[in-house]
């Protein structure tokens, strides 16, 4: 290794690319990633070519230790490998989801009833009337109408019969939908209601942008559960697998609520946090930022956080069966194979 070599620090005995790591290991379709690694620039400084598959990914930074790239349009899971001086890398493996709808309008996480169907808003600016309010995606991906008549749908939850709950940001009620789509009240005054979740109870807990914490019994009964900040963007709602309510937001923490209402800090450093869920060993994931780049961020029990997935315009996520999620962005819903078994959330 020659003097230049050991200043720029290259350690590839045979002058070629070399990848160590990939991160974070999945990604949506211009979502970034980062590949760690050496030998990874060309001798004459220019851009390393970064394939995946047949498909160039654009270089948004590189050195000799790392390049961050973007996942380019027509990219599958499969490999990546960086090209420079005519060498290439060895491969890496990446996850890369695949869009199943499109033309949609979610704030956060889509829903999946007990067959596997998936749900997804077109929820609309404040107070705009959409002619489709709820699309159902069945489990061959075909789309079709839901639900109509509903204004600013926001959040989805499952009962045991296999009834939906839906809240409206715009008049801060509670919509039960049949199986059939017919819609009923269920609840109304919750301010700007946005996230939902049930207990192992059926009891229903709505988040108020306004900071109240909201829990309706199975008899309807509305009670204040826990009062919270007011917040621009919140509030989601998940159960942790013993019982504990987290929820999203303001803006840059989730809080963690216990069986009694007492509200803590559970991680705080997240930018603009949306729907969250957890799996069944209790890690937490969220559609958030995390030190600028925009994903689902994990959340071990112990509160450490990393990034999972990359992707522009993530709010939300549901997972699925066969250790599958379903990923949404702002205008669509993305299906990634993930190897986590989620928690379920339909009480059971």
Known sequence: MGFSDRILGRKNVNGGPRIESVTPPAALTGGE???????????????????????????????????????PEGATSGTVVVATDGHTSNEHPVKVAVPIAESLHLVTNPALDAEGNIYATFSGSRGQKAPVAIYKIDTNYGVKPFVGEMMNPTAMAFDRQGHMYVSSRYDGAVYKVAPSGTTTTYAEGMGVATGIAFDKDESLYVGDRNGTIFKISRDQQMFVFATLEISVSAYHLAFSPTGDLFVSGPNDRVFKIDPSGTVSTFYKGLGRPQGLAFDVDGNLYVAASLSGTRGIVKITPDANAKLEVSGQGLVGLAFAPGQSVILATSNAVHHLSWNIQGLRLIPE
Do not use: M
Not at 47 to 53: I, L, M, S
């Open 33 to 71: 990633l980062r590949i760690i690694g050496s030998g990874l620039r060309p001798q004459e400084l220019l851009r390393p070519k970064v394939k995946f598959g047949d498909y160039e990914g654009a270089i948004v930074v590189s050195s000799d230790g790392f390049v961050v790239t973007r996942v």
